[in-house]
């Protein structure tokens, strides 16, 4: 079982969830889950499809936004925030650690035009450090702010 921690409003990361979780995330009032682990990362995590059928099944929306071993990229960026923009309550995201969630967020956040040091704050209280991907979040808040 995996801790669910909030980042900020509307936005929770984990580590690997299993299909079971997705009760426990529902109430914690989740409506959306998104899966940023790319399915056969490592032989023992449970696939996408299963987490899947189990958010189906629990009336939660479902997405996947795998970030494999090349990064983050626009179009990553604008899914996740294509996914807060439209969810009607927290979204929980997931990887192995909680920290590609957390990173792919905080660019979410950059892009937005966001505070970059608010941003690592509020990702730092909950454990996690955005400094890898702070030179991108820059020039993604360089452009907002354009």
């Given at each position: 079982?995996?801790d669910f921690k909030p ?16 009760a426990r995330a529902k109430q914690a009032g989740v ?116």
């Amino acid at each position: 079982m995996s801790d669910f921690k909030p980042i900020a409003a509307g936005f929770l990361a984990a580590g690997q969830i299993e299909p079971a979780d997705i009760a426990r995330a529902k109430q914690a009032g989740v409506v959306a889950v998104v899966n940023n682990r790319p399915d056969g990362e490592v032989p023992d995590q449970p696939p996408g499809d299963a987490i899947r059928a189990a958010a189906d099944q629990a009336g939660l929306s479902y997405t996947a936004i795998p970030i494999g071993p090349n990064g983050f990229g626009l179009e990553d960026v604008e899914a996740l925030a294509s996914v807060l923009d439209t969810a009607d309550g927290p979204v929980l995201g997931f990887c192995r650690t909680g920290t590609r969630s957390t990173l792919l967020w905080a660019l979410v956040q950059a892009h937005r035009g966001r505070d970059l040091d608010e941003v690592a704050g509020e990702a730092a209280k909950a454990g996690y450090d955005v400094s890898p991907v702070r030179p991108a979040m820059e020039q993604l808040a360089a452009r907002a702010r354009s």
